[in-house]
């Protein structure tokens, strides 16, 4: 269950549980940028979903401790709604800059000692002959 799934206001207090559970309190520290909510054990322990929920079993409560920052960045990226959309945007300079990197470091071909385009593949071509 992602934290998103809970009702938080203003990225800074925790309202509800996915299950409707307002926390006993739920508190917010700007120095480390973490909010977390203290729910009742007697609800949680009854709960349908206390095997997917991200809350904490203590002895007194269940507490949910999420960062600031890690929530927004699922938030965004749960924005991005298709995965083919998100596999195909990323995936394609990721692969030119692998196959780039082996080049460079296998073939030598970051140091060529020619300027343009016209002199580059000659000297590309002689060096990928020498291995």
């Given at each position: 269950?992602?934290?998103?799934?809970?009702?938080?206001?203003?990225?800074?207090?925790?309202?509800?549980?996915?299950?409707?559970?307002?926390?006993?309190?739920?508190?917010?520290n700007p120095k480390s940028e973490?909010?977390?909510?203290?729910?009742?054990?007697?609800?949680?322990?009854?709960?349908?979903l206390k095997e997917q929920c991200p809350v904490k079993f203590q002895k007194k409560d269940t507490v949910l401790r999420v960062s600031q920052k890690s929530l927004i960045a699922k938030n965004t990226r749960l924005t991005i709604q298709n995965e083919e959309e998100r596999r195909e945007s990323g995936s394609k300079r990721a692969a030119v800059e692998g196959t780039n990197s082996v080049l460079k470091?296998?073939?030598?071909?970051?140091?060529?000692?020619?300027?343009?385009?016209?002199?580059?593949?000659?000297?590309?071509?002689?060096?990928?002959?020498?291995?």
């Amino acid at each position: 269950m992602p934290y998103n799934s809970f009702s938080i206001q203003n990225f800074e207090k925790i309202l509800d549980c996915p299950e409707g559970q307002e926390p006993v309190r739920s508190d917010f520290n700007p120095k480390s940028e973490i909010f977390s909510a203290h729910f009742d054990l007697k609800i949680c322990s009854q709960c349908l979903l206390k095997e997917q929920c991200p809350v904490k079993f203590q002895k007194k409560d269940t507490v949910l401790r999420v960062s600031q920052k890690s929530l927004i960045a699922k938030n965004t990226r749960l924005t991005i709604q298709n995965e083919e959309e998100r596999r195909e945007s990323g995936s394609k300079r990721a692969a030119v800059e692998g196959t780039n990197s082996v080049l460079k470091r296998a073939r030598g071909t970051g140091k060529l000692k020619v300027r343009g385009l016209v002199r580059k593949q000659p000297g590309y071509g002689l060096k990928n002959d020498r291995s």
